[in-house]
Nanobody, 114 residues
Framework: QVQLVESGGGLVQAGGSLRLSCAAS????????MGWYRQAPGKLRELVAD???????NYADPVKGRFTISRDYTKNTVYLQMNSLKPEDTAVYYC????????WGQGTQVTVSS
């Protein structure tokens, strides 16, 4: 069983920055997949950024050049650095890990004011 706990969300003005953290209860070294997703009110959950095969990072078009996904194996934590935030980035952000099953965190709210 793996627990994922996101943190770092909050209210920020447009153009500002936030760094989200996703702390896993177990080692992320053995994870088959890790990524960040978000869900805005009335919309489907969508991919924001993730790690692909070989550790290559992948980003959704709306966040390319502004967001950076990274991970620290010593802390079993995945991060999402978000810069140049826009009101349309407002959503609940979720961390996802796949190992023997699919795990999701509880989400952290990000609100960007104009």
């Amino acid at each position: 069983q793996v627990q994922l706990v996101e943190s770092g969300g909050g209210l920020v003005q447009a153009g500002g920055s936030l760094r989200l953290s996703c702390a896993a209860s177990g080692s992320i070294l053995s994870a088959n997949y890790m990524g960040w997703y978000r869900q805005a009110p009335g919309k489907l959950r969508e991919l924001v950024a993730d790690f692909r095969s070989g550790g290559i990072t992948n980003y959704a078009d709306p966040v390319k050049g502004r967001f950076t996904i990274s991970r620290d194996y010593t802390k079993n934590t995945v991060y999402l650095q978000m810069n140049s935030l826009k009101p349309e980035d407002t959503a609940v952000y979720y961390c996802r890990l796949i190992r023997t099953r699919d795990y999701w965190g509880q989400g952290t709210q990000v609100t960007v004011s104009s």
